[in-house]
């Protein structure tokens, strides 16, 4: 197999704005207004619509049915007797053209049990454009107190219950299964998860979404609720969960290891990127990596049986994976 090149796959009328930084940053021609997700290499549905986010490869061939017909080629014999044919991982460019609102995930063992679904959904962001995100519980909350504020649709009440923490290009936040988060208005980050779509969302008002009906994964809030944590997120546990960078190397916090990497390369030269199943995003510069060009906004898959990954240029590129099989969840 040879590094495979991806277009922008934008899953259509999701529930908030955005769209256009991701237009910009690859040059593709303008998209909807509410575009504002590309899923790069997914094996993953959006929650209720089975097919749509997939990633369809060049050939035509969808991603997970290209796994299945190869999946020691993809994912390589280590990975593979670890997690099977599962790349444990999703990556995504995210514009949030307005705040997301106020939301969860649950972890593994929740999603199993009550979902049947195979993975929870841990995520990590690298920002890309910077301003507010919000983490985690600055104090205690109750479950019922907790779900009268959704009852109530008390947006302003249920932002302030969280720490906001700016950020800057550079910088990466881990989000732990079960903390509560939204993403700031004008922020542009790539992100990298668990490969599920599954969301606790406690408020819609002002977003195209009936939360009522669909913010609780089909459980009911009472039931859902129990997935989100409600114990205060201390200082110096949310210090953890934040890097501030640029740097170069390993860019997520220690607590992201179970779940997914990311590496920062700055490229001046040529040099080589260890063999694995990968996703490249190319920031900035000039580059080419196994042959191909990528200038700054082009995404690529290199699967495991490529080999060592030679790169080339000035630039920037990110190294996205999923965990190494003795770091598994």
């Known amino acids: 197999m040879d590094l495979i090149v991806l277009p922008s796959n934008r899953p259509p009328d999701r529930f908030y704005r955005g769209g256009r930084q991701i237009t910009d940053f690859r040059g593709e021609p303008p998209a909807a207004s509410h575009e504002p997700e590309d899923w790069i290499a997914s094996t993953t549905s959006v929650f209720g619509e089975p097919g749509v986010g997939i990633t369809t490869l060049p050939n035509g061939v969808p991603m997970p049915t290209a796994i299945e017909n190869d999946p020691q080629g993809w ?33 593994g063992n929740f999603a199993a049990k009550h979902l049947g679904h195979a993975h929870g959904k841990a995520e990590a ?24 504020l959704v009852e109530r649709q008390d ?20 989000v732990p299964p079960g903390q509560l988060h939204a993403i700031g208005d004008g922020i542009f980050l790539l992100e990298v998860q668990e490969p599920e ?38 200082k110096e546990d949310l210090d953890k969960l934040v890097v501030r960078g640029p740097r170069a190397g390993s860019v997520l916090p220690q607590a992201a290891d179970p779940y997914f990497r990311i590496e920062r390369i700055v490229v001046d030269g040529r040099q080589e990127i260890a063999p694995g199943f990968t996703v490249l995003v190319a920031v900035q510069g000039d580059l ?42």
């Not at 790169?311 to 920037?316: A, T």
């Open 197 to 234: 779509d599954l969301s606790i969302v406690l408020e819609w008002r002002d977003f195209d979404l009936d939360g009522s009906a669909k913010g609780h994964l089909g459980l009911g809030f009472d039931l859902a609720l129990n997935a989100v944590s409600h114990r205060h997120l201390e």
């Open 125 to 148: 962001w690298y920002i890309l454009r910077g301003g507010t995100v919000h983490l985690g519980l600055h104090g205690e909350m109750e479950g019922a107190e907790l779900r009268d």
């Open 155 to 174: 947006s302003a009440s249920l932002l302030s219950l969280l720490n906001p923490i700016d950020v800057a290009p550079g910088d990466a936040v881990f």
């Open 288 to 329: 080419a990596a196994a042959g191909e060009a990528m200038p700054a906004g082009r995404t690529a898959i290199a699967p495991h049986s490529i080999g060592p990954i030679a790169v080339s240029g000035h630039g920037e590129l990110l190294v996205c994976r999923p965990p190494t099989p003795e770091h598994r969840a």
């Open 75 to 107: 994912l390589g014999a280590e990975h593979l007797a670890v997690f099977g044919p599962d790349t444990r991982l999703l990556v995504k460019l995210l514009d949030a053209g307005q705040r997301l609102p106020v939301h969860a995930h649950p972890d």
